[in-house]
């Protein structure tokens, strides 16, 4: 059984900084991708970035030069930087994984991050 294990997140200030991690854990022969999504209270989920194998990374216009995605293919984990966190940076935020032998997207539980003061 595949399952997304999130860390990181919390209670940050504006202006500040967070790094998100995602490993992924059992059987796993391949990613097409890794990322994040998020969701705000009351709104839809949204990405925020992903990164293929092969590194090609693709960001949501509203963390663009503010979020860095990176990954660990030896050890199939991702990882989230953001700096300069806004109040509306606040949501929770899901790691997803793509394989191309899952008929679904696998999804984690969501790591709570919350900007303010």
């Known amino acids: 059984q595949v399952q997304l294990m999130e860390s990181g997140g919390g209670l940050v200030q504006p202006g500040g900084s967070l790094r998100l991690s995602c490993a992924a854990q059992?059987?796993?022969?391949?990613?097409?991708?890794m990322g994040w999504y998020r969701q705000a209270p009351g709104k839809q989920r949204e990405l925020v970035a992903t990164?293929?194998?092969?590194?090609?990374?693709n960001y949501a216009d509203s963390v663009k030069g503010r979020a860095t995605i990176s990954r660990d293919n030896a050890k199939n984990t991702v990882h989230l930087a953001m700096n300069s966190l806004k109040p509306e940076d606040t949501a929770v935020y899901y790691c997803?994984?793509?394989?191309?032998?899952?008929?679904?997207?696998?999804w984690g539980r969501g790591t709570q991050v919350t900007v303010s003061s």
């Open positions: 997803i994984m793509n394989t191309p032998d899952a008929p679904s997207d696998y």
């Open positions: 990164i293929t194998s092969s590194g090609i990374t």
């Open positions: 059992g059987h796993i022969f391949s990613i097409r991708y």
